[in-house]
Nanobody, 121 residues
Framework: VQLQASGGGLVHAGGSPRLSCAASENIFSINAMGWYRQAPGKQRELVAA???????NYSISVKGRFTISRDNDKNTVYLHMTSLKSEDTAVYYCNAEGLLAYSGSYYPDYWGQGTQVTVSS
């Protein structure tokens, strides 16, 4: 089981990158998927989450600027970020809750590797 995140890098302030997180093909279903971030010296925090019903929730700091979406057929979650600010600089992690693999293995909470987003002013 793997969650592979991509799309990070160095971005200018005001930029609009999109992060992707794809689950490996041996996954049958995932309940909720989300993005978290951790800035240097700070705790990891929720950025946005999207359960299987497609509803969304966002942290106050990104609401109106970031959009989370998912493709259930591909078990992939996206984070479209706009109007980036320097305070958005962090390592972004994707998360899967209620992950069920075809093997029968169940993971209540599964993390992908992080992808660094650095916003330059």
């Amino acid at each position: 089981v793997q969650l592979q995140a991509s799309g990070g890098g160095l971005v200018h302030a005001g930029g609009s990158p999109r992060l992707s997180c794809a689950a490996s093909e041996n996954i049958f279903s995932i309940n909720a998927m989300g993005w978290y971030r951790q800035a240097p010296g700070k705790q990891r925090e929720l950025v946005a989450a999207i359960p299987s019903d497609g509803s969304t929730n966002y942290s106050i700091s990104v609401k109106g600027r970031f959009t989370i979406s998912r493709d259930n057929d591909k078990n992939t979650v996206y984070l479209h970020m706009t109007s980036l600010k320097s305070e958005d600089t962090a390592v972004y992690y994707c998360n899967a809750e209620g992950l069920l693999a075809y093997s029968g293995s169940y993971y209540p909470d599964y993390w992908g590797q992080g992808t660094q987003v650095t916003v330059s002013s």
